[in-house]
């Protein structure tokens, strides 16, 4: 259940464009926010890797959740809109 909820968020996760149409600076913005996201909110790791336990689904599902939220708070900082 965890991978497939890991693919749903990739999925999820839409085209950013620059409000002044600018998206020059793009790829290197959405690397930062990506790392910025990855240290502020990191994503549990269950203990197997194969399948999360019961008492660990919930608390791996919110970290994937508060990493996304990270990310997308951080490229709107930066002046970036999400298309959906």
Known sequence: MLIISFFFLSSCTGTYTHRTGNNSNLSYDSR???AHARVVAPTYLCRNPLMCAPDETSIALASMFDNAA???LCMLKKGYD???
Do not use: N, P
């Open 32 to 34: 930062t926010c990506d």
């Open 70 to 72: 990270a990310y997308d």
């Open 82 to 84: 999400e298309k959906k």
